[in-house]
């Protein structure tokens, strides 16, 4: 299941000294049950039920490995690998300075170093994009003059949420930074500009760019020179040395029918990532142990606290899960600057999650308790990062369990029961699968060529083997095989099932019959109108005209 991956906001902590890790507080007055809660004279965490819980949760969600860093008032009590971090040909096991992708926790670093410029004087959160890339476009002209450096990093833009997603994943893409952003122009929005939170990756993308043309460095080098080096981290925002990759966690998914199996295509390569901005920022959990001692202790950070203040502001408001309320006492939750800010019970949290296919993220910070935590894993289910999260945060917040409206003993049970219940939740909303039920008015021959999108560029249908084959120019894994459908419809179905699902092909003619052009559509019974493909437009290309 990956509905929550995102949304779920459950965020816990792990800790240890050589027994029992002590957090101590003052006393608090007995009428105030949120204040008592707030103040509780003592929290421990038994590193023993810990650790295996951590065990626990890796059989259950069925993920390989798990890399944990947590400090605490400025020390680190625990920093552990658990688990293999590849299984096959031999297994090796994860440790702290095993390699993970960041996924989108990568998106506070990119927030970190717009703040650095900043502090510097060379921009201004209120700046306009287009002071600073001129040729910044949105669909709408008065969107494209008001849109802001704050706007790039708060997920308000009005796109559908992973608008332009398809330019980025799945990995590699053939598409450059600078066509990304060039591409914005050609998504549709779906809510008015600054009403709605809906998430966006492709500006981040956007502002890694700021970055680089405002400072005259490479996004990667402005990094290393102004937030890596000076807190000792060693992790990479461009290309990746052997040295590391040598100590890098190979990403897994699992299904009923293959059991586990790797995800290569999002592996940690030598080359860096497009989407690094976004999310594609490798790092251990060593080093980000070291990241969080600085937030937790701003006069250490390369950055002023006026710049953490901004980040760690609320700017767009979220929605608040059943399962936050009931969990975690949870009032408000809104979006920062590459942060999610809610209350769990009396405490302000900052957290993000980072999700791809064969890795999960979790950074989560609770300043009131000098309290940070890292856990990084190469699976693909949220369980993992969720559940232990839940029990290492609660057993620093020991009068959680009576405030809450759900009385939760094992983390990990409770997820297994979450994840189950939503399963159930979404096999009931599944609609059968379409039916044709008209004559199919195309051939095959008459479908065959190149087609192009004016941003996704060539899709190429072929014959193979008589066999009909669909290729995207720029998304090298995405490619296919068709099989009639009915009426102008194809459907084609994707060799990588883990990357893309299957979709409609509808092809469009002229009043002679002859194909000039295709749209896609999810494979669905029901028409949707928001989906991946809804920008795209193919038209049938002459050899001579095609993207060579």
Same mark, same amino acid.
């Given at each position: %299941?990956?509905?929550?991956? *995102?949304? /779920?906001?459950?965020?816990? &902590? /792990? ?20 204040a008592n809660f707030q103040l509780d004279n003592q929290a421990h965490l038994n590193i023993a039920t810990t650790e295996a819980l951590i065990m626990s949760a890796l ?81 709408? *002209? ?5 849109f802001t450096i704050e706007d790039l990093l708060v997920h308000r833009s009005g796109l559908v949420g992973g608008a332009g997603d398809s330019m980025i994943w799945p ?48 996004? *990667? ?54 989407? @690094? ?163 199919? &008015? ?11 999108? @004016? ?19 720029? %998304? ?7 099989r009639p459908f009915e009426a102008n419809k194809f459907v084609v179905k994707w060799d990588n099932q883990n990357a893309a699902s299957d979709a409609f092909l509808i ?42």
């Amino acid at each position: %299941m990956h509905l929550l991956l *995102a949304s /779920l906001f459950s965020v816990s &902590l /792990l800790s240890a000294l050589p027994l029992v890790a002590h957090a101590n507080t003052e006393t608090a007055p007995q009428d105030n049950k949120q204040a008592n809660f707030q103040l509780d004279n003592q929290a421990h965490l038994n590193i023993a039920t810990t650790e295996a819980l951590i065990m626990s949760a890796l059989e259950k969600f069925h993920t390989p490995g798990l890399a944990v860093g947590v400090v605490h008032k400025g020390d680190t009590l625990l920093l552990k690998g658990f688990g293999a971090r590849q299984l096959s040909p031999k297994k090796r096991a994860v440790n702290e300075q095993t390699y993970f992708r960041l996924a989108s926790t990568s998106k506070a670093f990119t927030a970190a170093a717009l703040g650095v410029l900043v502090d510097q004087g060379k921009l201004n959160w209120q700046d306009k994009v287009i002071q600073h890339l001129p040729e910044f476009q949105m669909q709408d *002209a008065w969107v494209t003059r008001e849109f802001t450096i704050e706007d790039l990093l708060v997920h308000r833009s009005g796109l559908v949420g992973g608008a332009g997603d398809s330019m980025i994943w799945p990995e590699p893409s053939g598409f450059a930074r600078q066509e990304v952003v060039q591409n914005l122009q050609y998504l549709s929005p779906d809510y008015s500009f600054r009403s709605a939170y809906s998430y966006s990756n492709v500006l981040y993308i956007t502002a890694g760019e700021v970055i680089e043309r405002v400072s005259g460095q490479s996004y *990667a080098d402005f990094l290393q020179d102004t937030i890596f080096s000076p807190l000792n981290m060693q992790c990479y925002a461009g290309d990746v040395p052997k040295s590391a990759i040598k100590n890098s966690a190979t990403p897994y998914a699992h299904n009923d029918e293959k059991g586990m199996y790797a995800v290569p295509r999002n592996g940690i390569q030598e080359t860096a990532q497009m989407s @690094v901005a976004a999310g594609g920022i490798v790092c251990n959990a060593e080093s980000m142990t070291l990241w969080l001692k600085a937030l937790l202790n701003p006069s250490t950070l390369p950055f002023s606290e006026s710049v953490l203040d901004d980040m760690w502001q609320a700017h767009t408001i979220l929605g608040v899960a059943e399962t936050d309320e009931e969990w975690d006492g949870t009032h408000f939750k809104t979006y920062g600057y590459g942060w999610r800010l809610a209350n769990m019970f009396n405490y302000k949290v900052i957290s993000h999650t980072g999700t791809l296919s064969g890795y999960q993220a979790y950074v989560a910070l609770v300043p009131e308790l000098e309290l940070g935590v890292v856990l990084l894993n190469n699976g693909s289910n949220y369980g993992v990062r969720g559940s232990v999260m839940q029990h290492i945060l609660k057993a620093f917040m020991p009068r959680a369990n009576q405030l809450a409206e759900s009385k939760i003993d094992n983390w990990v049970q409770a997820y297994v029961d979450y994840q189950d219940e939503q399963e159930q939740k979404y096999l009931a909303r599944q609609l059968p699968e379409p039916v044709a039920t008209k004559p199919m &008015l195309i051939e095959s021959e008459d479908i065959l060529g190149t087609y192009s999108d @004016v941003w996704f560029k060539d899709m190429n249908i072929e014959m193979k083997d008589k066999t009909l084959r669909l290729s995207s120019s720029r %998304m090298f894994t995405l490619v296919g095989t068709l099989r009639p459908f009915e009426a102008n419809k194809f459907v084609v179905k994707w060799d990588n099932q883990n990357a893309a699902s299957d979709a409609f092909l509808i092809f469009e003619t002229d009043f002679q019959g002859n194909v000039t052009g295709m749209k896609m559509h999810p494979f669905t019974a029901k028409e949707r109108s928001r989906h991946e493909y809804r920008d795209m437009h193919f038209i049938k290309q002459d050899e001579a005209s095609s993207e060579k």
